[in-house]
């Protein structure tokens, strides 16, 4: 039956890397050839396809395949494998189709041929499992790019000025500086940033006098760079150690061409030609604070300035309302980080504790936990007899059940009782060990922090002061461009204590007692009234 069909032989390799493993396509053409030549094939038509099968209608090749069936010119096909053919459920059809309709008397691969008599649902599965391969590889594919983004490299080309580094070996390529192009472009940001050149005159100098030109890739590059592309440049903060990709925002591990108050500047400078970037600022106090005026949440953002006078960007940040309740029309005026910071530092500064009190309150502390490891050893021995008492009861009955003094039933019952006792003592145990570690601690950290507050909060890193504007207390707000909070009762219980025992205890510095028992026992009244609150 062979020798009455008209075959075409049909090739194909997509550009595309999840094919780079398949045969080349001479390759392909060649075995095909041999397979005709031995088997005496009348083959009239050769097509070779260099585009992905994973969408329908986009291959010229394949449709002048099927065109050719249509018109009766040829009816078998020589490909070297399915796949090759379709990896879309459209094409697939399209082939099983004109095989069911016997407009195709035979696709022959290099595994099996596929004749009309065939069962449909073999043929389906395969194309169905070809479609899948598709599917996984496209999402293996973006997850291994996204986990590259997150590594830090851009999985893409790079800008002009970079290169992806040549490494064969998957999912270790770097972004390298483009020795050639790198300090044309790091010049045409320095004329930039005088803020005497536009983009076209820009443009016009690296061109002609710096000899710049796209990168040659293949058959293409090697060309003067476009008007509208130096925008692209001057808006991309990949320049600055950053890039976008999959909707979010990374901070990349390749080499900065300028920082980001010369990019900031740049965009300033552009004006309506730049476009806003996607930032990474840390504001401290953001997700916090609430408007009393609406209750939305407040949020911050960053301005910049140029100073025409002296040319300088200057930034500002301000807190204002995010105004996402839409039914109320909030007119609640933004606050300066300045103000903001002023109104903190005002909370924290009248809730400071004296230095003297604060030494006096370690040291108290210090021998209240060297009374409560005394206690809470009494309490641990009577809590671990108690847990030791409940074991041998448990194993006494076990011990009865064995010797047929208690039935399986009774000992049921029995260990049950003890077993859930044993638990209630050994979570006795674990309370107590944790009640003493949990007070101590967190008196000193009350100390600590009513002491050296103030000047975390003006030096410390953002997330400190983050923590601290929250230990403050609850329901932060802002009103008419005022900072309140709901403090916390521990506040109010030091300041009360530090009111009324730092009189006694500046006495008795001041009066500097000569026989030191006298002031050891003055002291230790002190800390007696200490240990109260």
């Known amino acids: 039956m062979e020798n009455k069909i008209t075959w075409a032989i049909y090739a194909r390799k997509s550009t595309e890397s999840e094919d780079r493993q398949i045969q080349s396509i001479d390759d392909q053409i060649n075995y095909q050839k041999e397979t005709a030549e031995k088997e005496g094939l009348n083959v009239v038509k050769i097509i070779k396809e260099s585009k992905s099968a994973k969408e329908p209608h986009k291959r010229d090749g394949f449709t002048e395949l099927i065109g050719l069936i249509e018109q009766g010119k040829i009816n078998g096909i020589l490909t070297w494998k399915m796949d090759r053919l379709s990896r879309n459920p459209i094409d697939s059809a399209t082939i099983q189709y004109f095989l069911q309709k016997e407009k195709l008397l035979c696709v022959k691969t290099a595994e099996k041929n596929y004749l009309p008599e065939d069962n449909a649902l073999i043929m389906s599965v395969e194309n169905g499992m070809a479609n899948q391969y598709i599917r996984d590889l496209s999402k293996n594919v973006r997850r291994g790019l996204i986990s590259k983004a997150e590594k830090g490299w851009f999985p893409n080309i790079p800008p002009v000025g970079y290169l992806n580094s040549k490494s064969h070996e998957k999912g270790s390529e770097t972004i390298l500086v483009d020795e050639e192009r790198f300090k044309i472009v790091r010049k045409m940001w320095d004329l930039m ?25 293949r058959r293409l590059g090697g060309k003067p760079f ?46 309506k030609k730049g476009k806003p970037k996607t930032q990474f600022n840390n504001f401290p106090f953001t997700g916090i604070m609430k408007c009393s005026e609406c209750g939305a949440s407040i949020t911050a953002s960053k301005k910049l300035k140029l100073n025409k006078t002296t040319g300088d960007i200057e930034t500002y940040i301000y807190y204002h309302c995010t105004k996402r309740k839409k039914y109320i029309n909030c007119k609640a005026r933004p606050i300066t ?7 903190i530092n005002e909370i924290v500064e009248s809730n400071l504790i004296d230095p003297e009190f604060y030494k006096l309150g370690i040291e108290t502390l210090k021998e209240m936990h060297g009374l409560e490891i005394g206690k809470r050893q009494q309490i641990f ?44 003592e050994k979570n006795k145990l674990g309370e107590t060990e944790m009640r003493a570690r949990n007070w101590t601690q967190l008196t000193e ?81 002190i800390r007696t009234d200490l240990c109260v609150g």
């Open 337 to 343: 980080l300045t103000d903001l910071e002023n109104n």
């Open 193 to 217: 940033l005088t803020g005497t050149y536009s983009p076209p005159q820009i443009l016009k100098i690296a061109t002609d006098d710096w000899g710049l030109r796209t990168p040659k890739r």
């Open 226 to 271: 476009s008007r509208s592309f130096m925008y692209t440049i001057f808006t991309n903060d990949f320049y600055a150690g950053y890039f976008h990709y999959s909707g979010k925002t990374y901070l990349g591990k390749h080499i900065p061409m300028i920082n980001m108050d010369e990019f900031d500047r740049v965009q300033v400078l552009l004006g």
């Open 445 to 525: 950290n009350v100390l600590h922090f009513s002491a050296l507050a103030v000047e975390a909060i003006k030096h410390g890193e953002t997330q400190l002061q983050r923590e601290i504007l929250s230990s403050l207390g609850w329901n932060h707000t802002l009103n008419a461009k005022k900072l309140f909070i709901d403090l916390r009762s521990w506040f109010t219980v030091l300041k009360d204590g530090e009111k009324r025992l730092l009189p006694k205890i500046k006495g008795l510095e001041l009066e500097k007692i000569v026989d030191p028992q006298r002031q050891k026992e003055a002291f230790a009244s």
């Open 381 to 424: 021995e009577t809590q671990q007899r108690n847990v030791e008492e409940t074991q041998k009861k448990l194993d006494r009955a076990l011990t009865f059940l064995l010797d047929g003094t208690i039935t399986r039933e009774q000992y049921n019952l029995q260990k049950k009782e003890f077993e859930e006792s044993l638990i209630k």
